[in-house]
């Protein structure tokens, strides 16, 4: 069997490199807000999409401290760098032999940063509303998960999913699944009626965080049972290898970002532990999601399976 040309196979590798790519900046992106926020930096540029009116840097200001400035500021700097790679994702993806969902898949990756932006500008202009915060989290997690979809698409075909385990089994995953966002909404809340609000003028949600956080744990201990419960059938109908290596990843990470949790609560939610656990959330979508992709197969990327195939039918190779 003759391999795919060398060109397809650096373009197939240059596809995953950049898919890659936007799953780290649209989790990054999620990070470095976190920092603005725990460092009160929220409002360090205090309009959009200027810094201040009539410039779009910062400014000697009295009232707003540069440091602060400079994190906000930075943090839109890194937004154009997200762009970038997002935009590359499509064209990426418009170069190869034209595949609807795929260019579909990529699309939404530029499409997602304006989308942040426009968040991001509201957020500001609300004075760092709790609800606009939440929100603008939310999307990150979602383009993180369409990021790591990209991922799987551009090395698979387009053939309707085949489920590699029962109905019962896939019943079990989509319900892990809504679980999943409903712990990382009341993640948010928690969030949302703590201490770090990106901004110390900025009001709290009306909500007390031992009763948020509680929320949150139980949403935890019920994702964690769904896993469990979930990693038993798997091994009853046997997977292949694959799909069990990424569930024990993925049962792994949120293990980690659940102890990261309780202590970042034992310890009164110390800023540099909020950061973390805004990346744990990013490695347990990216977990989930690759997880995801592993239980489905969609056949082989079309480019590759009809090239690989002309030699050998012209050559009368065996």
């Known amino acids: 069997m003759l391999a795919a040309p060398a060109p397809k196979r650096s373009l197939a590798t240059l596809s995953r490199a950049t898919a890659i790519a936007a799953v780290i900046t649209q989790a990054g992106i999620a990070v470095t807000g976190s920092v603005v926020r725990v460092t009160d930096s929220g409002l360090g540029c205090p309009t959009w999409p200027q810094c201040f009116p009539g410039s779009l840097v910062p400014q000697p200001r009295p009232e707003v401290a540069a440091v602060h400035q400079w994190i906000e500021f ?8 997200v762009g970038l790679v997002a935009l590359a994702c499509l064209v990426v993806a418009l170069v190869r032999p034209r595949r609807r ?7 939404t990756m530029p499409l997602g940063v304006v989308a942040q932006a426009v968040l991001g500008g509201i957020t500001v202009l609300t004075g760092l509303a709790w609800w606009t915060v939440s929100v603008h989290f939310l999307v990150s997690m979602v383009l993180v998960w369409l990021a790591v979809l990209l991922v ?24 892990a699944t809504t679980v999943l966002a409903a712990l990382l909404i009341a993640g948010t809340l928690v969030t949302s009626a703590g201490p770090h609000a990106g901004n110390a003028a900025t009001p709290r949600l009306a909500a007390g965080v031992p009763a948020m956080a509680q929320l949150h744990a139980d949403l935890l201990v019920g994702f964690l049972g769904l896993l469990a419960g979930l990693g038993f059938a798997l091994r009853a109908v046997g997977v292949p290898a694959g799909v069990w290596r990424r569930y024990t990843v993925l049962v792994c990470v949120v293990l980690a970002q659940g102890t990261l949790g309780v202590v970042q609560y034992l310890t009164g939610v110390p800023e540099v532990l ?15 999601a690759a997880f995801w992709t592993s239980c489905r197969a969609r ?20």
């Not at 090395?155 to 319900?175: K, Q, V």
């Not at 990327?301 to 050559?315: F, G, K, N, Q």
């Open 74 to 81: 930075g943090n839109r700097l890194l937004t154009s760098l």
């Open 101 to 107: 969902r795929l260019v579909l898949l990529a699309a």
């Open 152 to 175: 799987a698409a551009f090395a698979e075909g387009d053939a309707p999913p085949r489920w590699l385990f029962p109905r019962p089994l896939r019943d079990l995953l989509r319900a």
């Open 274 to 288: 909020v950061s973390l656990h805004v990346l744990g959330a990013a490695s347990v979508v990216v977990a989930m």
């Open 299 to 318: 056949g082989h990327e079309p480019s590759v399976a009809v090239d690989d195939a002309r030699p050998l039918t012209s050559a009368g190779a065996t």
